[in-house]
Every structure is written in C-alpha cells, then in structure tokens.
C-alpha cells in the first residue's frame, strides 16, 4: 500500500488559513496526489490533485514538495462549511487507498 | 449534471440475512466503485467495475459479497448472509475512465444487528 500519514485532528479559526499536511513518501513519481473531504454523514468530495507543481482552484490550493515525500492542503480562508474529515490519498497501481484522514474543526 | 445516486440510504437487517444495494453513477462514466467505510475509518475499496467488467476485487470478501453491474451503468452490491462486522457505509462512485477523478455518491448506511 501507498501509505499516507496525516495527523488525526487540527482545530482552524474562522476566516483563517488551514493548512492541512500530508507524507505520502512510498507515492511512485508518475501518480497523483489526491485530496477529498467527507462532512459528516455526506459522501467524500473531491477537492484538488497535482503531480509535481503547485495546483490552486476554487477550493484550495496544494504545495508539493519537491522530492513529492510531502503535501500541504491550503484552504486560504476557513469558514465552519469547511469543518470535515480531509483525506490525503495515496495509491499503487491503480487503486485509492484512503487513510484515516485528519478532521478539522473550524471555530468561530 | 446529477451526481451518483444510491439507494436505499439506510438499511437496519438482522444477522445472517440479505441485503442488496443500488447505484447509478453519473452519465457517461465507464469506471465505478464500491467501498466499504467503517466508523471511523477511511473507504476501502471493495470493487472497481470498468463498463460491466470487474477491474479489481481483490478486497471483497466473495464468499458473502457480490457485485455486478451487468448492461454497464448501474451496480449492484449485495451480502449474504450478512454478518455483524458489515455494519458500515457502502460508498459508490464513478469516474470517466480508470483513475481520473472520482464522485462519490451518498452512501448507504446498514447496521447488522
């Protein structure tokens, strides 16, 4: 398995930045990093992926690092909308392999 | 554009009985997924399907799990007898070809008691 390791929970103040991290070092250098969310009782939601350079679209942005061992999910302004469970997915092959994310929690 | 649709969302059967699920995944989409998403964990993949033929399932338990997906666009998922470990939330979700982008569905939540 691709692992991932992401920390288990992070707390955001609202209209902050939150900046989710993830080590994905076993990630082959031709595969995807992806990121979804899951809010409580939905099904995951698809935010962002790259592969080597940084990606921004509506949602968020994600930093890769160079040696791609390691990302960084940026949500540039926080709101309680965002308070979910953030995957970082890692994969071999052809298959997702979902860990057990980190959940965030944005405070008013 | 609709999303990937299932049913029912929530199903309560007793031990050893039968239960099957429903998806429909977004229009056009060649590739769909089953996962399994116990409490507190992250979706396991049960099985991906490209058009009605099974790609992986490699982590669903056949002797009690079953899937098909017979004329290519909507998928069965069905256990039986079901067991009380199976309490979970069986996720499906589609994408254009292989490992593109996915879109979940719902879910279907079933409690085994």
């Known amino acids: 398995d691709a692992k991932t390791t992401q920390p288990p929970s992070m707390d955001c103040a609202e209209g902050r930045a939150a900046n989710l991290p993830c080590n994905h070092s076993?990630?082959?250098?031709?595969?995807?990093v992806y990121w979804y969310r899951q809010i409580h009782s939905q099904g995951p939601q698809y935010i962002i992926h790259g592969l080597k350079n940084n990606e921004t679209n509506e949602m968020a942005s994600l930093i890769i690092t160079e040696d791609r061992k390691s990302s960084t999910l940026i949500l540039p302004h926080a709101t309680l909308r965002d308070t979910a469970v953030y995957y970082c997915?890692?994969?071999?092959?052809?298959?997702?392999?979902f860990g057990t994310g980190t959940s965030l929690t944005v405070i008013p | 554009e609709a999303g990937v649709a299932q049913s029912p969302r929530y199903k309560i059967i007793e031990k050893r009985q039968s239960v099957a699920f429903w998806c429909n995944p977004i229009?056009?989409?060649?590739?769909l997924y089953w996962y399994q998403q116990i409490l507190g964990q992250g979706p396991k993949l049960l099985i991906q399907f490209q058009n009605n033929g099974v790609v992986d399932d490699s982590q669903l338990p056949k002797d009690r799990f079953s899937a098909e997906r017979l004329k290519g666009v909507d998928s069965t998922l069905k256990i039986q007898p079901a067991k009380l470990e199976d309490s979970a939330v069986y996720l499906c979700a589609s994408s254009l070809w292989g490992m593109e982008t996915q879109y979940f569905g719902p879910g279907t939540r079933l409690l085994v008691l």
């Open positions: 229009s056009g989409h060649a590739t």
């Open positions: 997915i890692g994969y071999t092959g052809n298959q997702f392999y």
């Open positions: 076993t990630i082959s250098g031709n595969e995807y």
